[in-house]
């Protein structure tokens, strides 16, 4: 049975075709990637994710957007793939903006991503960037899980400022921000600007 996520993409109109395991592993290898085009070309591949080096230049032009609004001494995002955390380094360091970004794991056993994360600035600045962090710490058990801690968390938070965040990315950020505050991760007087991806559609798959 499809989730609700991939039920409203077929009925948006999104044709589904499904892969076994060993398949999936193949994705990124170009001899699959031009199977694909074989198949279903001339077409635009788009990564998981939607990730790769020409991804981070759209989320770099955040950083622009965010300096209209307000100083800050951090951004933070959810972190999945890495790219939003890569294009907001790379937005940061081509505005020559003295801020870090800030990456929450979504996912337990994140370690891969710093490289991940790497080697996409890497890719779209030509150099490894230095001014962002990712924690891993903050994943509740894993990818899509909400035990009661975080649902809590995340129905707090909308009583407290009226914003509802979603169970699989940004109540994992938020949750994460929050607390590395507490923890005085950030110097005092620090304003940390904390992104918004979306995702709400996903608490149809939890019942809430």
């Not at 020409?54 to 800050?72: D, N, P, S």
């Not at 607390?179 to 559609?201: C, E, K, M, W, Y």
């Amino acid at each position: 049975p499809l989730n609700p996520t991939l039920a409203r993409c077929q009925a948006d109109g999104m044709r589904l075709h499904y892969l076994n395991r060993t398949t999936y592993r193949r994705r990124a290898e170009p001899e699959f990637l031009q199977a694909l085009q074989q198949q279903f070309g001339p077409a635009y591949l788009l990564p998981e994710g939607g990730t790769n080096a020409l991804a981070l230049r759209g989320v770099a032009e955040l950083i622009g957007e965010l300096r209209q609004h307000t100083k800050f001494n951090a951004v933070a995002v959810a972190a999945g793939t890495g790219g939003t955390l890569a294009g907001l380094a790379l937005g940061l360091t081509e505005a020559n903006y003295p801020a870090r970004a800030v990456g929450v794991a979504a996912l337990k056993g994140a370690d891969f991503l710093r490289a991940e994360v790497a080697a996409l600035t890497q890719a779209a600045s030509g150099r490894v960037l230095a001014n962002y962090e990712l924690h891993t710490d903050y994943h509740f058990g894993g990818y899509a899980k909400l035990p009661p801690e975080l649902r809590a968390f995340i129905r707090q938070f909308e009583t407290d400022f009226g914003v509802l965040l979603d169970p699989i990315y940004t109540g994992k950020l938020l949750f994460g921000v929050l607390d590395l505050i507490n923890r005085a991760h950030f110097a005092p007087g620090s304003t940390v600007v904390a992104v918004h991806t979306g995702g709400l559609q996903a608490w149809a798959g939890f019942g809430s």
